[in-house]
């Protein structure tokens, strides 16, 4: 059984320019959620992902987007990025989006935005 | 809206002490609760978790915590602490009548073991 695997690692990006982060989620899950964990701060929801439909979002602007794929892989899309979006941004999956928030995390995506 | 308030961002105990971490919440509904390790460099890890039931709940690596509705508590503790309990613990709520998935997160503490 894998586990949630991200790409890439490590991403350094300047102010407004786009970035793309991909999320493997773990076998037999079909729900992927996205979290920002800023420096100091718990992770904050941005949005999840079931049968490629978005499924509840968080307080975050529409340049954050996504997409789910049929195999439940996931991307995280920003536009634009701004200086405070600079954070450890989180995948997790799950067995059910409806589900008992048991989640699988990630190792995360460290972006920073100069 | 639900939140989380965890006293203490740094919690430091000797090797062998008892690990006391708290965790309030607030929620205008019989919420979910977690908590969740983080090792560093690595992403989180679902230690615990009340959803209904018995009020004290066993985990993971000798941890409890338990549900006090009236104290809108969820304290996380282990008896003797280990070294390899250092990383960083998050408190979360979520609200079962949406999507138990959505996990609001308090800032987290840091533990800190002492040889």
């Known amino acids: 059984e894998t586990g949630v695997t991200q790409s890439p690692t490590h991403l350094i990006k300047t102010r407004g320019q786009q970035v793309t982060l991909r999320c493997s989620s773990q076998?037999?899950?079909?729900?992927v959620s996205w979290y920002q964990q800023a420096l100091g701060q718990g992770p904050q929801f941005i949005f999840q992902y079931y049968r490629e439909e978005e499924n509840g979002r968080g307080n975050f602007p529409p340049r954050f987007s996504g997409l789910q794929f049929p195999n439940y892989s996931s991307e995280l899309n920003v536009n634009a990025l701004e200086l405070d979006d600079s954070a450890l941004y989180l995948c997790?999956?799950?067995?059910?989006?409806?589900?008992?928030?048991?989640?699988?995390f990630g190792e995360g995506s460290r972006l920073t935005v100069l | 809206a639900q939140s989380v308030t965890q006293l203490g961002s740094h919690v430091s105990v000797s090797e062998g002490a008892l690990v006391l971490l708290r965790c309030n919440y607030s929620?205008?509904?019989?919420?979910?609760l977690f908590w969740y390790v983080q090792y560093p460099n690595q992403g989180l890890q679902l230690l615990l978790k009340y959803t209904t039931g018995a009020t004290l709940v066993k985990g993971i690596n000798g941890f409890e915590a338990e549900f006090k509705k009236s104290e809108t508590s969820f304290h996380l503790t282990k008896p003797s602490a280990h070294m390899s309990d250092a990383a960083e613990y998050f408190c979360?709520?979520?609200?079962?009548?949406?999507?138990?998935?959505?996990?609001?997160f308090g800032a987290g503490t840091i533990l800190r073991v002492k040889s």
């Open positions: 997790a999956s799950s067995l059910s989006s409806g589900g008992s928030g048991e989640l699988f």
């Open positions: 929620s205008s509904v019989p919420p979910y």
């Open positions: 979360a709520v979520s609200d079962p009548r949406l999507n138990g998935n959505k996990l609001v």
């Open positions: 076998s037999g899950h079909n729900t």
